[in-house]
């Protein structure tokens, strides 16, 4: 059998990140074999849609999961609304609706810490455009496991907050503009 | 020792048994305690041995407490318009808020209720594991600030989706408001209207003799494992009457067996089958 390199993408994102996010899947191939978890930032009160707009544009189907939903490749998660994100051990997601972190829920913080410990070494971590420091902390996890991290390069941030404290904790493995990003998935041997 | 040992000893010390909620969730959640409240492993061991009062603390913590009036506006419309209908015409109706938290939920499904001339038709029950949240239900007294948005959006909706011709309400009906210390405290009428007990779903044990027409429990599942999960699923199937409703939170769903044992309609899930069912 011959084991993959990387079992998932994982994203996390704040203010500016949605077109981001928005062209990445775009352009993603659509044969792209790895889950692909995103969460971002929204405001309390604009709840849905979000999800609705990232589907108009994206090559892969995007759900947002229900708690203990499997965890599937080549399919892109958001995290739902006013929900924290988890994966678990047993390849599901779970969700929880405990205090904000870093202000926020969902917290990248809680979704990237959680992948970290779940796909170790074979994880891919990306931080986006932010204005706060939510997912640095997930950030340090994901290199602590050996897995792989990637910031946008701040130069190409609405916000480059986020990136920018991820490259206060850790020494990010690579750091790239959102074209850069995209080809790097696309080319990704898995 | 790790949290799983620590979980025995509070089963075996205490009334509350968490040992099948969601690993990494307990784990989190006691991670936090630990933290929150500056303790050493001894000191959580010796404490959960002899000292009642910081058990209940304990569980208030671990417990997740997250609600809000008219939480998710957008169910509501769902509540009175597809589910309400179906109970007007009976003399009475039971409807069950399992897992209340501070009752936020509670008090507006009974302004709801109210709006619809339905209140005296209504017996509601609310139950929580935590002490504390059963004062704060019965209390009903809640911070101003922090509902006043959320009150705000189910304004909105009720434009969007009157209720039977109401498109808006006269909040001071239910809440007198304080603002100078920030807080919503629920009229006298609204609360005697609530029989709340302290009751853990773990247990299994019902703590009413009637069943059910409506069963709420937004968000409470989602902190058990797969397995307790189903038990839990099988007793609200059991309380139900035929065709009364479940309403979970906005990302809960059945799988497998319990699939064929609701019919899905958004958030509601409506009991079928009930006579090929019996509780083992």
């Known amino acids: ?190 | 020792m790790d949290f799983k040992q620590y979980l025995q000893v509070l089963k075996d010390n205490t009334p509350y048994d968490f040992s099948d909620y969601s690993d990494n969730s307990i784990k989190r959640r006691l991670q936090k305690v630990i933290a929150d409240n500056d303790l050493t492993l001894d000191d959580l061991l010796k404490k959960t041995q002899c000292d009642k009062g910081f058990v209940e603390r304990l569980v208030e913590d671990i417990t997740v407490n997250t609600t809000e009036l008219f939480r998710d506006p957008e169910l509501w419309p769902v509540f009175y318009e597809k589910l309400l209908p179906t109970l007007k015409g009976k003399k009475t109706f039971n409807i069950w808020h399992a897992g209340c938290s501070s009752g936020m939920e509670v008090y507006s499904n009974l302004i709801i209720l109210n709006e619809l001339g339905l209140l005296d038709k209504a017996r509601i029950y609310a139950t929580d594991i935590s002490a504390g949240m059963v004062r704060s239900c019965k209390k009903g007294s809640y911070r101003y600030e922090f509902n006043k948005n959320q009150i705000a959006e189910f304004e909105k909706v009720l434009k969007k989706t009157p209720i039977n011709g109401i498109s808006q309400i006269d909040f001071s009906k239910y809440f007198d408001i304080d603002e100078e210390n920030d807080r919503i405290n629920v009229k006298e009428f609204l609360r005697k209207k609530v029989d709340v007990r302290q009751h853990d779903l773990v247990q299994e044990k019902v703590p009413f003799y009637n069943k059910f027409d409506v069963i709420f429990c937004r968000n409470v599942l989602i902190y058990f494992n797969a397995s307790l999960q189903s038990k839990i699923y099988q007793m609200f199937h059991n309380q139900l009457y035929p065709k009364g409703s479940m309403i979970l939170g906005n990302h809960e769903s059945l799988t497998g067996f319990y699939k064929t044992k609701f019919l899905k309609n958004g958030p509601l899930y409506t009991k079928t089958n009930a006579f090929h069912f019996k509780y083992q």
Do not use: W
């Open chain 1, 1 to 190: 059998m011959i084991r993959p390199k990387y079992k998932a993408v994982v994203i996390g994102g704040s203010a500016g990140s949605f077109s981001v996010v928005s062209k990445l899947l775009s352009q993603l191939r659509s044969d792209f074999p790895l889950p692909v978890i995103i969460c971002l930032h929204r405001l309390k009160h604009v709840r849905s849609g979000l999800v609705e707009s990232i589907r108009l544009k994206s090559n892969l189907e995007v759900i947002e999961p229900n708690d203990k939903e499997a965890i599937v490749g080549g399919k892109v998660y958001l995290a739902p609304s006013n929900y924290h994100l988890f994966v678990e051990y047993d390849g599901t997601f779970s969700l929880s609706t405990e205090e904000p972190l870093n202000h926020s829920r969902p917290s990248i913080d809680h979704t990237l810490t959680s992948a970290a410990y779940v796909y170790r070494n074979k994880l891919i971590g990306i931080v986006l455009t932010g204005a706060n420091k939510d997912g640095a902390k997930g950030m340090k996890d994901i290199a602590d496991k050996k897995g792989i991290t990637i910031i946008q390069d701040p130069k190409t941030c609405e916000m480059d907050t986020m990136p920018k404290s991820v490259a206060r904790l850790i020494k990010p493995d690579k750091v790239l503009s959102p074209e850069e990003i995209t080809n790097y998935l696309n080319k990704l041997a898995i």
